[in-house]
């Protein structure tokens, strides 16, 4: 599927970004100003012929040369190679596979970047971290991204249960949409007083579902969404702590939820950094909500080029 935002301006630098998630990819045509001409998605692809068929179709479209494809993926990458280091879950095909060959774009350049960091390389230079040097970002989504290592899978609970990552009780497995919806359901299952009831298909409820009935009275998704705040509040003072950041961005569909997600948190944050850090640290949304791994994995390609610096 794809939709035609704008025109581009004649002569100014383009770039495709591809942003691979575990169930959908995306890509856009991206100018120099981070904004998308074009953008495109369908459903993860399940093979590398299917990953080089829907980037040459991009690529295609695009008419105009373009400066290069980044592409921002799930997992550990070796950005130097664009090998993918580490992959687990549906995408694991694309695992030990350097990108650059997967695409074979010919002569046009490929970029790749662990999919958390692209969202922060666009938050830096289009959004919320403009002029900072010193930022932390969470991606809250399906998992937990970390712009810095792996934030998602710092450890919160050593008895906790068991995460993809193969360590125990990581912020993930405590605060991330499987996990609050996980958590829902084993109130369902318990029989506990819930608001929310399967669909007709028996589909759980989903972490949006969650949020509103929370916001409603629900006990049950107030009880399930406070536990979960509990600990991204515990994981991000650790983080202040541990990176002492100029700002904090949250990313990701959780944070869509918006004032709801960070003002029972801020307060308690605040008050447990206060005399090491001796000052309040922002915590912001991603101001490029939806679109930062496209637009980060295309400035890749303006970084590289020397178009764009940090
Ligand atoms: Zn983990």
Same mark, same amino acid.
């Given at each position: 599927m794809s939709e035609k935002l704008s025109s581009a301006d004649s002569g100014d630098p383009l770039a495709i970004g591809v942003d691979i998630g575990g169930t959908a990819i995306k890509a856009a045509i991206v @100018? /120099? %100003? @981070?904004?998308? =001409?074009e953008s495109f998605h369908e459903p993860s692809p399940r093979t590398a012929s299917a990953l080089r068929d829907f980037v040459h179709s991009v690529l295609k479209c695009a008419k105009i040369p373009v400066e290069g494809i980044g592409i921002g993926c799930k997992g550990i990458i070796d950005a130097a190679s664009t090998r993918v280091k580490s992959l687990p879950g549906d *995408?694991? =095909? *694309?695992? #030990?596979?350097l990108l650059s060959e997967v695409i074979a774009a010919g002569d046009v350049l490929v970029c790749a970047e662990n999919d958390a960091r692209t969202a922060l390389i666009a938050e830096v230079l289009w #959004?919320?971290? %403009? #002029? %900072?040097r010193n930022v932390v970002m969470l991606t809250l989504g399906t998992g937990v991204g970390g712009a810095a290592g792996h934030l998602g899978h710092v450890t919160l609970d050593p008895r906790g249960g068991l995460c993809i990552c193969g360590n125990y009780g990581c912020l993930e497995t405590h605060f991330s949409l499987r996990a609050i919806e996980s958590d829902y359901w084993a109130h369902m299952h318990r029989a506990a007083s819930v608001k929310l009831s399967t669909g007709s298909t028996g589909q759980r409820p989903d972490t949006q579902a969650i949020f509103r009935a929370a916001a409603e009275g629900d006990e049950s998704a107030r009880c399930v969404i406070d536990r979960a705040l509990e600990y991204l509040g515990a994981a991000l003072v650790s983080f202040l702590h541990t990176f002492d950041p100029e700002i904090v961005i949250l990313g990701g569909n /959780?944070? $869509? $939820?918006?004032p709801q997600l960070i003002a029972p948190i801020q307060d308690k944050i605040a008050r447990r950094t206060r005399i090491l850090l001796g000052r309040e640290v922002p915590i912001v949304f991603q101001k490029?909500? @939806?679109?930062g791994g496209v637009a980060g994995a295309a400035g890749l390609i303006f970084l590289q080029q020397g178009l764009l610096a940090i």
């Open positions: @100018g /120099i %100003r @981070g904004d998308l =001409f *995408l694991h =095909f *694309l695992e #030990g596979q #959004g919320s971290a %403009r #002029g %900072r /959780i944070a $869509a $939820a918006g490029t909500v @939806g679109y």
